[in-house]
């Protein structure tokens, strides 16, 4: 079955950097495109970014560009997510989520499988 | 980006009742709406896309209506199961937007 197995959060200072991960399988991870969204404590759910099959197409939220930087490696089914000059507003469970689709775009999509999050804390 | 309203923010209801959660969309998306429900410490679980379809394996006492940009969730018979937070999304376009969450409580 799909599985996608996040990785890397932790308690971190603000202004440093942090990478996280998604381990995927049961599926073919290099015909879909995959998104980071986030939960602050608390709140509701925000999209952050996705990256296409390929890893040729990014789009990111307003509140992350040029700070976070998504890539994945379709020889190790994983993907990640490269944060940079975190924020305290940064402090969230970051899922990764998986398109219901193959497809050579990166459409808007609904998520149809999601990890079990993992979390991270920006505090001083 | 469009914006989602969800209404009511919380929702006290009992077993058996018949629920409605409604969902706005700042301007028209079609029917690029999914409803997801999210229990918490869990990951948000898809219930209804394309504003009216049952993901596999969702009991059919959910369903899911509207168009443009006025969006029902609507749990026929409300089970002890279904105490949960639930959030539309829309994905008509980038950046994808989350409603802000019904809580649907006893």
């Known amino acids: 079955q799909v599985q996608l197995v996040e990785s890397g959060g932790g308690v971190v200072q603000p202004g440093r950097s942090l990478r996280l991960s998604c381990a995927a399988s049961g599926f073919g991870f290099d015909y879909y495109a995959i998104h980071w969204v986030r939960q602050a404590p608390g709140k509701g759910l925000e999209w952050v970014a996705v990256?296409?099959?390929?890893?040729?197409?990014?789009y990111y939220a307003d509140f992350v560009k040029g700070r976070f930087t998504i890539s994945r490696d379709n020889s190790k089914n994983t993907l990640y997510l490269e944060m940079n000059s975190l924020r305290v507003e940064d402090t969230a469970v970051y899922y990764c989520?998986?398109?219901?689709?193959?497809?050579?775009?990166?459409?808007?999509?609904?998520?149809?499988?999601w990890g079990q999050g993992t979390l991270v804390t920006v505090s001083s | 980006d469009i914006q989602m309203t969800q209404s009511p923010s919380t929702l006290s209801a009992s077993v058996g009742d018949r629920v409605t959660i409604t969902c706005r969309a700042s301007?028209?998306?079609?029917?690029?709406l999914a409803w997801y429900q999210q229990k918490p410490g869990k990951a948000p679980k898809l219930l209804i896309y394309?504003?009216?379809s049952l993901e596999g394996g969702v009991p059919s006492r959910f369903s899911g209506s509207g168009s443009g940009t006025e969006f029902t969730l609507t749990i026929s018979s409300l089970q002890p199961d279904d105490f949960a937070t639930y959030y539309c999304q829309q994905y008509n376009s980038y950046p994808v937007t989350f409603g802000q969450g019904t809580k649907v409580e006893i």
């Open positions: 990256i296409s099959f390929d890893g040729r197409n990014k």
């Open positions: 394309k504003a009216a």
């Open positions: 301007q028209s998306i079609s029917r690029w």
């Open positions: 989520a998986r398109d219901p689709h193959t497809s050579t775009t990166v459409d808007a999509e609904f998520f149809q499988h």
